[in-house]
């Protein structure tokens, strides 16, 4: 019913900024809350951020929060994840998530195929 494509990960230097970008398509897109996991090498996939469909209410990870931006435009469907200040650990898969409930989880239903974010030291 929902159909997410992540876009804008590639290799940055530590200090960089790299902006995600993730697009839903479907049947049900209006009113869905969306958000943004991540999943480094040989780690658990792990919580990022996520915005309310109507974008005001926004929560992100505690060791995150500083450095890095959620936003959404509506208009095309699309959420956004800004990301400031790169360091090596930020380094994963990122993947775009969604659902109709708030706020999003693990078990939330719908996933992109993810994009990788790589930062050099």
């Known amino acids: 019913q929902v159909q997410l494509v992540e876009s804008g990960g590639g290799l940055v230097q530590a200090g960089g900024s790299l902006r995600l970008s993730c697009a839903a398509s479907?049947?049900?897109?209006?009113?869905?809350?969306m958000g943004w996991f991540r999943q480094a090498p040989g780690k658990e996939r792990e919580f990022v951020a996520v915005i309310s469909w109507g974008g005001s209410s926004t929560y992100y990870a505690d060791s995150l929060k500083g450095r890095f931006t959620i936003s959404r435009d509506n208009a095309k469907n699309t959420v956004y994840l800004q990301m400031n200040s790169l360091k090596p650990e930020d380094t994963a898969v990122y993947y775009c998530?969604?659902?109709?409930?708030?706020?999003?989880?693990?078990?939330?239903?719908?996933w992109g195929r993810g994009t990788l974010v790589t930062v050099s030291s």
């Open positions: 998530a969604a659902d109709r409930n708030w706020p999003l989880s693990q078990a939330t239903p719908y």
């Open positions: 479907g049947r049900t897109v209006s009113r869905i809350h």
